[in-house]
C-alpha cells in the first residue's frame, strides 16, 4: 500500500474538492470529522428498507462532507433519519442493538473478496466493476457491454425493455 505524505494527501483532498464543486458540491475536508461510519450504514440498511435508503445516504453525505458531522454519533444519526422521516426511537433502537451487523459484515467481506480498496466502486451485473472516479466514457461503455451481454441472456428481466443506445 502506497503511503502519501501530509502534503499529498492535502493537494489531493483539494483536488477532489475541486472536482466536486463542478457539479455543485462542497467539500470542506480541513474540517471534516473522520470517524468509523459502521452505524451508519448500518441506519442505512434500516432506511433501505423503508424506502428511505438513498434519501438517507444523502443526508449522511452532506452532514460528513459539507457539515463538517461526526456521523459516528448516535444523536447525529438519530437527527439524520429524523430529517427523511424516519423513526428516531427505532433508530435509536437499532443502534443499542446488534441488528444489520450480519448483513454489513458480509458486505465487507464481498467487497473484500472482489478486492475493493476504495471509494467510489461501482459493480455491474455481479461481472464488471471500476473503481474510483473514471469519465463518463468508461461508464458509458460498460454500461453498453453490460446491456448488449443482458440482452443476449434468455433470463434477462431486461429483454423486453428500450434500448439504452
Known amino acids: ?9 492535502r493537494t489531493l483532498n483539494e483536488q477532489v474538492a475541486a472536482q ?3 457539479v455543485g458540491l462542497t467539500y470542506r ?3 471534516m470529522k473522520y470517524t468509523n461510519t459502521y452505524d451508519a450504514h448500518r441506519i442505512a440498511k434500516y432506511a433501505g428498507e423503508q424506502g428511505k435508503g438513498k434519501e438517507f445516504v444523502e443526508r449522511v453525505f452532506y452532514a460528513y ?3 463538517s458531522k ?6 447525529t444519526l438519530i437527527e439524520l433519519a429524523r430529517e427523511v422521516d424516519l423513526d428516531p426511537i ?3 433502537q437499532i443502534l443499542q442493538s446488534d441488528q444489520y451487523q450480519q448483513e454489513i459484515q458480509h458486505d465487507i467481506q464481498t467487497a473484500a473478496q472482489m478486492d475493493v480498496k476504495g471509494v467510489p466502486f461501482f ?8 473503481s474510483g472516479a473514471q469519465p463518463t466514457e468508461l461508464f458509458l461503455q460498460t454500461l453498453r457491454k453490460v446491456w448488449k451481454e443482458a440482452k443476449q441472456s434468455q433470463t434477462s428481466p431486461l429483454n423486453n425493455t428500450a434500448e439504452l443506445e
Request: hydrophobic share 45%; no cysteine; net charge negative.
Open 20 to 22: 466536486a464543486e463542478t
Open 90 to 92: 427505532r433508530v435509536e
Open 123 to 130: 459493480v455491474f451485473n455481479e461481472k464488471y466493476a471500476l
Open 1 to 9: 500500500m502506497k503511503h502519501l505524505s501530509v502534503e499529498q494527501a
Open 29 to 31: 475536508f480541513d474540517t
Open 70 to 75: 461526526l456521523i459516528s454519533d448516535p444523536q
Open 65 to 67: 462532507f459539507t457539515a
